[in-house]
């Protein structure tokens, strides 16, 4: 049965690192923020009810945070980098790393939001006791994707990003 795009885009299906789903993430999903570009507005004295020109200053930053809470080593490789052994035991790299490329989020709603140059910056958060589990904080901050594709599209239901777009991995 075809989706119906209704426009809404809700509930986290999957986050994906270079075409492989990253684990389980708490119930708060994923966060937009960043910061808002800013502007200089140049006035000029023989006109003084609004600015000459306005310049934009700065273009901003787009960044969705979430919190990994399936911490399998696998799973932690992908966002920190290092190794996971035949145990599954996680040794982390000797400097902390962040983790660049093409993330996708696969949306309940059958829309797909490719990001085509994201680097993810990692650290532990919650705790670990009876009330939460211990969970890595994660933030994804788009980057220039280069003249060829632009920071990000949000593919409707039933499309589907090309996998030819994804780096191969070693």
């Known amino acids: 049965m075809a989706e119906t795009n209704t426009g809404a885009i809700y509930g986290v299906k999957a986050l994906k690192y270079n075409g492989k789903a990253l684990g389980l993430i708490s119930e708060d999903g994923l966060q937009p923020g960043g910061d808002s570009p800013s502007k200089t507005r140049i006035w000029a004295a023989q006109k003084r009810n609004a600015p000459f020109a306005v310049l934009k200053s700065t273009p901003g930053t787009k960044t969705w945070t979430f919190t990994l809470i399936e911490l399998l080593g696998e799973n932690m490789k992908q966002v920190m980098g290092g190794e996971v052994d035949e145990n599954g035991t996680y040794t982390p790299p000797a400097e902390d790393k962040d983790v660049q490329g093409v993330f996708d989020i696969e949306a309940v709603t059958g829309h797909t939001i490719r990001i085509y140059n994201g680097v993810l910056t990692c650290n532990f958060s ?27 599209k949000i593919f409707a239901p039933g499309q589907v990003p090309p996998a030819g777009e994804i780096p191969s991995q070693p």
Not at 127 to 145: K, P, T, Y
């Open 126 to 152: 919650n705790g670990i006791n009876f009330s939460s589990v211990l969970g890595i904080e994660c933030e994804l901050e788009m980057q220039d994707a280069g003249s060829d594709n632009p920071p990000y």
